[in-house]
């Protein structure tokens, strides 16, 4: 199975920081390395498909990148309603993993 | 709209079934591998298994710690996916999502398996 190795798995950061979360895969995923943002007690929102790839609807505050192995996501100004829990995410193979995520609260 | 609507969830009794419903709108439903995923309270997110379109063998996966208790299902007549969950553990606690693609989740359904 691919492991996904998220960190940090916590931070505290300020309204308008640059907040960056890294993600790395066991094994080479290519691109195959989803990102999504969860708030309590909501389903998980797809923010980042394909390792780059902003998904329909999701602000351009939002990027990704990587291949192969090693991924980040960064969001460019922290605003506070991107307070919530980051997960990454394979594709690449079965059985499908996630990271073991990041929360970003409010410093 | 892409609708996702889970039902079943309830408490039950280690050792007990439970089935999981997930009934899907608004987009072609028989085109698609639905995936099951949970979230177990506080926890991470943890890919259950999936199933293929007809088309593509009607075919499942599953992860480790479900295979040979969970059982995914689906009626396309109907745009339905199940999840059957046989001799179910105290670890078996979460909420489970229906998923379409990555981009298309339900709302959850919480299982609680306690004595």
């Known amino acids: 199975d691919i492991q996904l190795t998220q960190s940090p798995s916590s931070l505290s950061a300020s309204v308008g920081d640059r907040v960056t979360i890294a993600c790395r895969a066991s094994q080479s995923i290519s691109s195959s390395l989803n990102w999504f943002q969860q708030k309590p007690g909501k389903a998980p929102k797809l923010l980042i498909y394909a390792a780059s790839n902003l998904q329909s609807g999701v602000p351009s505050k939002f990027s990704g990148s990587g291949s192969g192995t090693d991924f980040t996501l960064t969001i460019s100004s922290l605003q506070p309603e991107d307070f919530a829990t980051y997960f990454c995410?394979?594709?690449?193979?079965?059985?499908?993993?996630f990271g073991g995520g990041t929360k970003v609260d409010i410093k | 709209e892409v609708q996702l609507v889970e039902s079943g969830g309830g408490l039950v009794k280690p050792g007990g079934s439970l089935r999981l419903s997930c009934a899907a709108s608004g987009f072609a439903f028989s085109n698609t591998w639905p995936s099951w995923v949970r979230q177990a309270p506080g926890k991470g997110l943890e890919w259950v298994g999936r199933i293929k379109s007809k088309t593509d063998g009607e075919s499942t996966d599953y992860a480790a710690p479900v295979k040979g208790r969970f059982t995914i299902s689906r009626d396309d007549s109907k745009n339905m996916v199940y999840l059957q969950m046989d001799s179910l553990k105290t670890e078996d606690t979460a909420v489970y999502y229906c998923?379409?693609?990555?981009?298309?989740w339900g709302q959850g359904t919480l299982v609680t398996v306690s004595s």
């Open positions: 995410h394979q594709d690449y193979s079965i059985p499908r993993t």
């Open positions: 998923i379409t693609s990555w981009s298309d």
